[in-house]
């Protein structure tokens, strides 16, 4: 008899959940046009694509992201309700090398209503509720970020400015963009708010009604009202946060944005939302919501729960200059790599890679 893996049986656990609310299982090939992938690299988590000339010159790319292939082939006047495992093609995030990586998702495609963001929000708090362990599901909303920067006068540039600042929570960063926008101290902090909100749903959304200040604001707080609304009448509320730190592309994404946290590991492993703009760009009038799953991510904590102490150990000899040491250190922990530097001859601890250090190269050893 065959023995699953645990990544196995989890993916054969988030199957039954996702067939059970009537979604069918999405198979694309291992290969798209690269030019397609490159026209929309903005929506892609990563810029990292391997690129192949085919027998006939063509350029191809090993496909980094199924979601784009599954807007691709969606047809308009259907509602397609589709869920995939497949894996995906690019730099990994627990190792920083390509790998080809197993990613579970769920796409929704058509017309999405409420009922359908609620669904989507359901089966993200149950795929996290499959994966074991503490879990929080937080949720924001691009609309509402959108209106907020809108009603201020905030411009394009800048307002592009601000959004990465703002899933870094760097408050002092957003007040420097506004004020060298040219907009006044009052609006400037309005909009540093936005990085102060987040926490248990209900305490943060009551800060976020003092931000409502449009119709279209108003608006976004009723549909994630209505959310934890659905959610909490099914007993999953308690999971659930607000973070208007969470965004996305504006030029991609036009709603609801959400991200999964699994203690013990440093990133989101489940990321989803709106993202009707798309469909507009691939020509498509169709609304559009999904998530994915990001299974390197948690196969990584399940590792380190076995007792590593840490993912990377580098190992340095006399003379060995700090400055050289630390930034190839600062390297590895950049990409959320926990790393152990030590001295050769020391005893070496339980890690995943060990590194030697020569001060001008890493060899692997």
Do not use: W
Not at 116 to 138: F, H, I, N, P, Q
Not at 185 to 211: C, R, T
Not at 270 to 296: H, I, P, Q, T, V
Request: with cysteine; proline share 2%.
């Amino acid at each position: 008899m065959r023995i699953f893996t645990e990544s196995e049986e989890i993916i054969y656990k988030l199957r039954e959940i996702y067939e059970k609310y009537g979604y069918r299982r999405f198979k694309m090939s291992k290969f798209e046009e690269y030019s397609f992938y490159m026209e929309y690299k903005n929506f892609l988590t990563t810029q990292n694509i391997i690129s192949f000339n085919d027998l006939d010159g063509s350029l191809l790319a090993l496909k980094p992201d199924i979601t784009l292939s599954i807007a691709k082939n969606a047809h308009d006047g259907e509602n397609s309700r589709v869920y995939y495992n497949e894996n995906v093609y690019r730099v990994s995030r627990s190792i920083h090398e390509y790998k080809e990586i197993p990613q579970v998702g769920v796409e929704y495609i058509g017309y999405v209503d409420k009922y359908a963001e609620c669904e989507m929000v359901l089966l993200a708090e149950k795929s996290m509720e499959t994966l074991g362990g503490r879990y929080a599901l937080d949720l924001s909303h691009m609309g509402f970020v959108r209106a907020v920067l809108s009603h201020y006068g905030l411009p394009g540039l800048e307002s592009a400015e601000v959004l990465e600042k703002l899933g870094k929570k760097d408050a002092d960063g957003i007040k420097a963009v506004c004020i060298s926008a040219g907009l006044d101290e009052k609006a400037a902090q309005s909009i540093v708010s936005l990085a102060e909100i987040s926490g248990d749903f209900l305490s943060a959304f009551e800060k976020a009604k003092a931000l409502a200040v449009c119709e279209e604001a108003e608006k976004a707080l009723e549909e994630l009202a209505d959310i934890y609304g659905f959610v909490r009448s099914v007993d999953k509320a308690e999971h659930l946060n607000l973070d208007f730190s969470i965004v996305n592309d504006m030029s991609y994404y036009n709603g609801l944005v959400f991200q999964g946290y699994l203690d013990g590991v440093p990133k989101s492993v489940l990321s989803g939302g709106r993202y009707d703009k798309l469909l507009e760009k691939l020509g498509k009038k169709s609304g559009a919501c999904g998530f994915a799953l990001y299974l390197d991510l948690i196969e990584l904590y399940r590792e380190n729960a076995e007792g590593f102490d840490a993912d990377i150990v580098i190992i340095y000899d006399d003379g060995a200059d700090a400055v050289s040491l630390e930034k190839a250190a600062d390297f590895y922990r950049g990409n959320d790599f926990r790393v152990l530097v030590t001295k050769k001859g020391s005893p070496v601890p339980k890690a995943k890679k060990i590194i030697e250090f020569d001060g001008s190269k890493e060899v692997l050893v």
